[in-house]
């Protein structure tokens, strides 16, 4: 970047040209909107469809209810048992695609990036239509089974029962694969822009030093792709946290989290201020681990 | 140094393909323990691929690599007794300077006072005392190579392997790492094996330099060999610099020879060259081993018509380029046949450089042991 963007301090007009259309944008339909609820969260219902400001601390008071609480806790669990999933199943994946050949390399990142082309509702419903009672996970398994069978009567053993289907759908363990197949891309693009960045040579002395694979994946891999590895859980905690659709259409009675809680307060409960206070409180949390996480990347900053 | 003539690394019968393109083809070496082994030859010819076989990065598609006596083909590289310094250095960038070079002690287990002893003798070593605690982007390209090259030091390899080690410093570094180098292989008694595409570098470290050309060896010898005792014309070409005649051999007798050169005249030389007679040679000759003066004034002349002392060759031609690199000259001159010879002169005195100008006639000579016959 060089001339009229760079020092816009002193070059005022150009860049008030290029930046008031999006700053309007965002005060008018991001900070807005945001402000509105921020004051409904110290609200009360005075009637069917009107609420009173009245600066009361009420809906924060019941929101950190042991009811509540323990929902919010959960989603984070949930949240971070996701991202932990991903960052498993991801650095492989980001690895494989950093030492793939060149030709490859473009094709690899496209089939990750795909399911982005598909709305997020009917990659549910899809993954839904695999995980059903009568679903393909379900026909396949019980084709593993009706063979596992037929192999036990080959060798004069009883043949096994008939084979009843799995419950893989509406509960805790449907929300976090449902979140999982929808975070992954988040986790796998950043640790491949970390792990691309990362001089191949580094690994090769690491590995003429006298260290193993595993070795060399632990004291040199993962420091380097410290960054990455930082932005990648950020990037898919906030919104497992946040996660709705998932847990509304793949979760069970047990497994609604914190998102579907809100939309109930906004919906059935019509109880928009207490809607408006746990909003809140997700979002003060999330600017918490923000502010951790940038917090220690500057304090490795200074170490440097 | 104590030099012993047993072979620390036998290459044998070395192939390395990467699909249809062969970077390495059917070459077989030995590298002696002691020696600065350097490799030399223009960029893709294979070199840094027979050192990455050698560090066990590279599998050969065909042959056998021993080190020290131990077959390599199932060794991966953490098991090998070999070190490399990386052409990027490969610091690591996470760990400070004493950190870096004690990696491979602390994953071999070593102890820890023991670490710190030798990690200070290494860094004492390669000059970085008073280092220890800097990290990697303290510090410039020259140092990070030290801490390169202390790491690979600090664990005692029969071999230390160098990928373009001074490709990366300005002029007036390389020059001091060329001797720092060589001073520091003297010093620890390991086998260096150096691969570079700078003949200054191969000269001045080397004690034997294979010259590669396509994934072959063109030539194996030392360096005054190589430069003055080029074995074709590759060689001739690639180390220093050099004007090659085509010509027919049509003398070759034990303490004589001619070589008919259309672009140069007959080239008389004062050994035989046991080459087939009437075969297509060439003679090469290097641009310092012609003198040059202005036609008459010759040296201890006693051919006037030929300008030329006793036993020199000679000829004639019209300066049609000069360069003044300040310790020499440069000249390109047009001979007679048409066709151009590059001569170098020194300038012993500040005048000199006044002596010729474009387009003036000279005379020049050289020895008749100066021209090289190149066979192929």
């Known amino acids: ?304 | 140094m104590t030099e012993t003539k047993t072979p620390i690394i036998q290459i044998r019968n070395v192939s390395k393909r990467f699909g249809k393109v062969t970077a390495v083809d059917n070459i077989t070496l030995d590298i002696l323990a002691g020696e600065f082994f350097v490799l030399l030859g223009p960029s893709g010819c294979g070199k840094t691929t027979l050192l990455r076989m050698i560090a066990g990065f590279e599998m050969p598609t065909e042959g056998q690599i021993i080190i020290d006596g131990q077959d390599m083909s199932m060794v991966p590289p953490n098991k090998r007794p070999v070190n490399m310094v990386f052409q990027s250095y490969a610091v690591f960038p996470h760990m400070n300077v004493t950190d870096n070079v004690g990696y491979g002690l602390r994953i071999a287990g070593v102890a820890k006072g023991e670490i710190r002893d030798r990690v200070t003798e290494a860094l004492e070593l390669v000059k970085l005392g008073g280092f220890e605690d800097r990290m990697p982007d303290q510090m410039s390209g020259g140092q990070r190579q030290r801490v390169a090259l202390a790491r690979s030091l600090v664990m005692r390899p029969k071999v230390l392997l160098l990928d373009e080690p001074l490709s990366a410093l300005d002029a007036k570094l390389r020059a001091q790492m060329q001797f720092e180098l060589s001073d520091l292989q003297d010093k620890v008694g390991i086998t260096f094996v150096t691969v570079t595409h700078d003949q200054d570098e191969a000269l001045s470290m080397a004690s034997r330099v294979a010259v590669i050309n396509k994934g072959e060896v063109a030539q194996l010898a030392p360096p005054s060999d190589l430069y003055e005792y080029p074995a074709n014309r590759f060689v001739a070409d690639f180390v220093g610099s050099v004007n090659i005649f085509e010509g027919r051999l049509t003398l070759d007798e034990p303490d004589k020879a001619a070589v008919d050169c259309p672009g140069l005249g007959k080239v008389y030389l004062n050994h035989g060259v046991t080459g087939p007679h009437g075969a297509d040679v060439w003679v090469a000759l290097r641009p310092e081993k012609i003198y040059l003066h202005v036609p008459g004034e010759g040296k201890a002349v006693t051919a006037a018509s030929q300008d030329a002392p006793d036993g020199h060759n000679f000829a004639r031609g019209t300066i049609k380029g000069m360069s003044y690199l300040g310790d020499i000259t440069l000249f390109e001159i047009q001979l007679e046949g048409g066709q151009i010879i590059r001569v170098s002169r020194p300038n012993l005195s500040r005048h000199d450089q006044e002596d010729f100008t474009w387009d003036d006639k000279v005379s020049m000579h050289w020895r008749a042991d100066s021209p090289v016959v190149l066979l192929s």
Not at chain 1, 235 to 260: E, F, H, V
């Open chain 1, 1 to 304: 970047m060089s001339g009229a963007l760079q020092d816009w301090k002193s070059q005022k007009r150009p860049f008030a040209a290029i930046a008031t259309a999006p700053v309007f944008w965002l005060a008018l339909f991001f900070v807005a909107p945001m402000a509105i609820v921020w004051l409904y969260s110290f609200g009360q219902n005075v009637g069917p469809a009107s609420i009173e400001i009245s600066g009361t601390l009420d809906n924060y008071k019941r929101a950190t209810e042991w009811l509540y609480l323990s929902i919010f806790l959960k989603s984070l669990a949930v949240a971070a048992l996701t991202t932990l999933i991903c960052l498993i199943i991801g650095f492989p994946v980001a690895m494989a695609i950093t030492f793939a050949a060149p030709k490859w390399r473009p094709w690899l990142l496209l089939g990750i990036m795909l399911p982005f082309w598909t709305n997020l509702l009917i990659r549910t419903y899809a993954l839904m239509a695999l995980m059903g009672t009568n679903g393909y996970m379900n026909k396949g398994l019980g084709g593993l089974w009706e063979g596992a069978s037929w192999l036990r009567t080959l060798v004069g053993m009883q043949p096994l029962e008939a084979w009843t289907p799995v419950q893989l759908l509406y509960n805790n363990f449907a929300v976090v694969l449902g979140l999982v197949y929808v975070h992954l891309p988040f986790m796998v693009l950043p640790l491949y822009s970390a792990l691309d960045r990362l001089d191949k040579s580094l690994i090769e002395a690491s590995l003429d030093l006298g260290a193993g694979h595993f070795k060399t994946f632990m004291k040199v891999v993962v420091p380097l792709a410290a960054p990455g590895i930082v932005a990648g859980v950020m990037i898919t905690l906030i919104p497992a946290l946040g996660a709705y659709l998932t847990p509304d259409l793949m979760g069970g009675t047990d497994s609604q989290m914190i998102a579907n809680v809100i939309e109930r307060q906004f919906k059935r409960a019509n109880d928009w201020p207490f809607g408006a206070a746990l909003s809140f409180l997700l979002i003060y949390a999330m600017f918490i681990l923000i502010a951790l996480q940038s917090m220690r990347a500057n304090k490795v900053k200074e170490v440097r």
